[in-house]
């Protein structure tokens, strides 16, 4: 990918966002970092390249702050997990818990971009995080119902997505980052963030290798949806 890209984060206070936006400026790009109230892991970062972004996806708001003129690269990370396995049972699930999650892992992405769009730059990216949880081909274990269908959601929302923008020079792809160690998960997973960063960045420089939508995991391998 090219030297000193434009880069905008969602989701960037914390975990895998906090993991992206340390990756890329460490590489000398210039990144814009969102966050809600709270910028957690971004106040401890020192750096020109950074700036800072106060938006909640979950609300049709813009955010505050100063976008950037042109984003080469947008990560559209932010997400929830919603009530525990327990409470996503199919009978604990409630319809204001199925539609919380939706509203942050789909519908949010897909208000960044709304509001983006005149910015992305002829030749960028766009990586929406979803996750393996919203593959209807691997699910075996059932349950956690709001969060895998706000991530299947995701999954079409992206494909469509990909081709509405690629007259606009603009590559969609969509990523697994794996089962990571983060606050979402109580630290349970089985890699940490900085794995499944690298992994996700270096699909990210090769993106236009993988067709326009195509579900990828940190790994480089194509997940089945």
Request: glycine fraction near 12%; charge should be neutral.
């Amino acid at each position: 990918m090219e030297l000193d890209m434009h880069i905008l984060i969602t989701g960037a206070a914390r975990g895998i966002g906090l993991g992206f936006v340390r990756h890329y400026l460490q590489q000398g790009h210039d990144v814009w970092a969102c966050h809600r109230e709270d910028c957690g892991g971004l106040s401890d970062i020192t750096s020109d390249k950074l700036h800072l972004l106060r938006w909640d996806v979950g609300s049709d708001q813009p955010p505050t702050g100063k976008l950037p003129e042109r984003i080469d690269l947008l990560i559209n990370n932010a997400g929830i997990y919603g009530p525990g396995k327990n409470g996503q049972s199919l009978s604990n699930i409630t319809s204001a818990d199925m539609l919380a999650v939706f509203n942050i892992d789909c519908a949010g992405p897909l208000r960044v971009v709304q509001r983006l769009q005149s910015r992305l730059a002829h030749g960028g990216v766009i990586a929406n995080i979803s996750s393996k949880m919203g593959s209807s081909a691997d699910n075996s274990s059932g349950g956690t119902y709001a969060y895998r269908a706000a991530k299947a959601g995701l999954i079409i929302v992206s494909k469509s997505m990909a081709v509405d923008l690629a007259p606009q020079g603009v590559h969609v792809i969509t990523l697994h980052p794996g089962w990571v160690r983060t606050d979402m998960v109580q630290q349970t997973g089985l890699i940490d963030v900085s794995t499944s960063v690298a992994g996700m960045a270096a699909v990210i420089a090769s993106a236009r290798d993988y067709d326009p939508g195509q579900f990828i995991a940190f790994d480089g391998k194509v997940v089945p949806y």
